[in-house]
T-cell receptor, first 115, second 111 residues
């Protein structure tokens, strides 16, 4: 099993630019999560999809952030325009809803640096 | 507000020694508690998951305990190895998809 796949692993961009992070969940998982991790705030849930439908986006910090899941095997998190305070590690995780107490499997993360 | 507090913030131990990490939580209702290991530059990986009725669970040299009455958990690492150097995160679930994360304890194992 390949696990959750994220790309790119590292992204460096200038303030004001658009950033797109990508995620491929584990095959057969019907729930997908985007998290942000910083030293100051730890891990924070940004958005949760179930069966490709956004269920909870209350963690999305601003309208500059958007996420899509066009099919069961792909999701994107977009930041437009990016700001230095968006610098963080962004994780995607997937699980099978209702099984294993929502055991979530995390990807390797994308380290975003906005200068 | 649901909170998960971990202590210590960091610790350094010599290879082969044991150590214990602490986690206190105020999450309610409570469904399960998990310990994750996060290596530098990687995503968190689950070590153990315990429900209300479980008070201990082991995964190799890792043993987690849970006292649901006092809302405390611990993670004990036995005979530490250099590969145990990582951040250990305590995570509590109220039963749905939302997880409450602790800030983590950074463990450094020195030869």
């Amino acid at each position: 099993d390949a696990g959750v796949i994220q790309s790119p692993r590292h992204e460096v961009t200038e303030m004001g630019q658009e950033v797109t992070l990508r995620c491929k969940p584990i095959s057969g998982h019907n729930s997908l999560f985007w998290y942000r991790q910083t030293m100051m705030r730890g891990l924070e849930l940004l958005i949760y999809f179930n069966n490709n439908v956004p269920i909870d986006d209350s963690g999305m910090p601003e309208d500059r952030f958007s996420a899509k899941m066009p099919n069961a095997s792909f999701s994107t998190l977009k930041i437009q325009p990016s700001e230095p305070r968006d610098s963080a590690v962004y994780f995607c995780a997937s699980s099978v809803a209702g099984q294993g107490a929502y055991e979530q499997y995390f990807g390797p993360g994308t380290r975003l640096t906005v200068t | 507000k649901n909170q998960v507090e971990q202590s210590p913030q960091s610790l350094i131990i010599l290879e082969g020694k044991n150590c214990t990490l602490q986690c206190n939580y105020t999450v309610s209702p409570f469904s399960n508690l998990r310990w994750y290991k996060q290596d530098t530059g990687r995503g968190p990986v689950s070590l153990t998951i315990m429900t209300f009725s479980e008070n201990t669970k082991s995964n190799g040299r890792y043993t987690a305990t849970l006292d649901a009455d006092t809302k405390q958990s611990s993670l004990h690492i036995t005979a530490s190895q250099l590969s145990d150097s990582a951040s250990y995160i305590c995570v509590v679930s109220a039963g749905d998809y939302k997880l409450s994360f602790g800030a983590g304890t950074t463990v450094t194992v020195r030869a």
